[in-house]
């Protein structure tokens, strides 16, 4: 018998997310949090990290997929974008190898902080759906039915 690694596989699908998607598996009788209908930016953020919140968060308000229990995932998203940027502009200011006190060259320490934080922004953005593929997940596909040219070769 095989064991399972924990955390393998694909994350359920929220409820709420499976009621916007339309699918079967909706749950009405599941606990459902508070949407989030605006919110502003904590101050404790970075400039760089409250403009992009600015930036998305009225696109997951609007979308109704941004509830109360989801705002610290916005945080780490911003956070980590904010972080990302300040990397890349050291890296592109020093570049990608600094000099070692014996003369020698190693990779700049920012290559790895905008790894890790670009490792970061995938997983707290695929939470809020912000990249295609989860956003099809979450909030489906799209798809109007009765609206593709081919149906009506269909026999």
């Not at 994350?11 to 949407?35: R, T, V």
């Not at 904010?82 to 290559?111: D, F, M, Q, Y």
């Not at 593929?133 to 070769?153: E, H």
Request: net charge positive; glycine share 10%.
């Amino acid at each position: 018998m095989t064991q399972r690694r924990s955390g393998g596989g694909r994350k359920p699908k929220p409820n709420q997310q499976k009621k916007l998607s339309g699918s079967k598996h909706y749950n009405s009788d599941a606990i459902e949090f508070d949407l989030v209908t605006d919110v502003e930016a904590p101050q404790w953020l970075r400039p760089l990290a409250i403009d992009i919140w600015n930036t998305v968060c009225p696109h997951l308000c609007k979308k109704k997929v941004l509830a109360v229990t989801d705002l610290h995932n916005l945080e780490a998203f911003c956070s980590s974008y904010a972080t990302w940027r300040e990397a890349e502009a050291e890296i592109s200011r020093v570049g990608l190898t600094i000099a070692t006190a014996a003369g020698g060259a190693i990779k700049n320490p920012a290559c790895t902080v905008a790894n890790e934080s670009l490792r970061q922004m995938s997983t707290f953005g695929g939470m809020l759906g912000l990249d295609p593929a989860s956003r099809g997940r979450l909030i489906g596909g799209g798809r109007d039915v009765g609206k593709n040219p081919f149906d009506k070769f269909i026999i």
